[in-house]
């Protein structure tokens, strides 16, 4: 596929800006600034930023516990990201909802349950939304492969899949599932290709370190999902680099795996490579995006520091009863 020094420049953006938000999350839960927890999702980037690439205006997304960061590359801004996160009256869910409760209803982003999977109708309800005012656009559902062995998974699939709804699924692979890796959990290679034909779905599998791959291949399905035909099923293979939380040893894996994903699957790394390969980037402007995206993130994390934290009175606040 041929593609345009812009299209190139703003996809490397956005996966940059993915990656050192992630890291900083790293970077300032270390220092304890961090009221609660990260799911750190660095090493995986390249899955949700390539697919989100493909995204039209007045499409859903229901984002997942991990890459979190990948909500500015829909509109959220990192001023409102981090204050969140950092529990302040700034953030999406006014400090109350932390790292796993970025939403915003007029980005498209529709949130995420604190269980794993019981959010996947949020996913099929959207698109029967989007069904009935026919036009054209879809919803974006990420899980992972632990997440994929859950009971509401598949009701959610079998709902899609029987009233061909408009979702496009997208399960990034990273083989962990907190301590308990995917050969040890399921069946199947592909957890989620495998599982496709169960409900007529169309999948592909792809390498999750390659954005450019990530994108055709969305590009593929998505289409398809919006001309009408039902769901689909796109994994991306991947690999967690970090532990489940901040502060997992890690004790249960081989820690020269993770070293070579790391040193060989870096998805940075390869667009980077690619680029001045073909001419659409030096190693100056490369370091100057850098060092622009950190001075950006730096001001993010002031910014939210500065806002007023929640209080216990926020508690009682948008809720039902």
């Known amino acids: 596929m041929a593609y345009t020094k812009e299209f190139i420049t703003d996809l490397y953006k956005n996966l940059l800006y993915t990656r050192l938000s992630e890291e900083k999350l790293v970077a300032i839960y270390k220092e304890g600034r961090v009221p609660g927890h990260i799911h750190s999702g660095v090493g995986q ?11 039209k205006e007045g499409d859903y997304f229901k984002l997942a516990h991990r890459v979190v960061s990948i909500s500015h590359v829909l509109g959220v801004p990192f001023n409102n990201i981090y204050s969140e ?15 796993n409760h970025i939403a915003d209803f007029s980005k498209g982003v529709l949130g995420m349950s604190g269980t794993l999977g019981c959010d996947m109708a949020f996913a099929a309800g959207a698109a029967y939304k989007l069904k009935l005012e026919n036009k054209g656009n879809i919803v974006y559902c990420y899980y992972g492969d632990g997440t994929s062995n859950r009971g509401p998974v598949h009701e959610a699939m079998n709902w899609a899949a029987a009233w061909k709804l408009p979702v496009l699924f997208v399960l990034d692979n990273n083989q962990w599932a907190i301590s308990t890796c ?24 792809v390498d999750g370190t390659d954005v450019l791959a990530v994108y055709e291949a969305a590009k593929e ?7 009408g035909n039902g769901p689909a099923i796109l994994e991306a293979k991947t ?11 890690c004790k249960y894996r081989d820690p020269a795996i993770t070293e070579k994903w790391q040193k060989k699957r870096n998805c940075v790394k390869r667009m980077e490579n690619y680029m001045q ?45």
């Open 45 to 55: 980037e390249a899955t949700h930023v390539g697919t989100l690439f493909t995204r």
């Open 85 to 99: 996160i950092l529990g302040r009256q700034d953030g999406n869910s006014r400090g109350g909802g932390g790292v």
């Open 182 to 205: 995917i050969y040890e959990s399921t069946a199947v290679e592909n957890p989620g290709a495998d599982r496709a034909p169960a409900y007529g779905m169309v999948s592909k599998v």
């Open 221 to 227: 399905l998505s289409e398809y999902v919006r001309a």
């Open 239 to 249: 690999y967690r680099w970090r532990g489940h939380f901040e502060g997992d040893q």
């Open 277 to 321: 390969e073909n001419d659409f980037i030096t190693e100056d402007e490369i370091k100057t995006m850098y060092g622009e995206i950190d001075a950006e993130l730096n001001a993010a994390v002031e910014f939210a520091e500065a806002s007023p934290r929640a209080t216990a009175e926020d508690l009682f606040k948008n809720i039902f009863a």
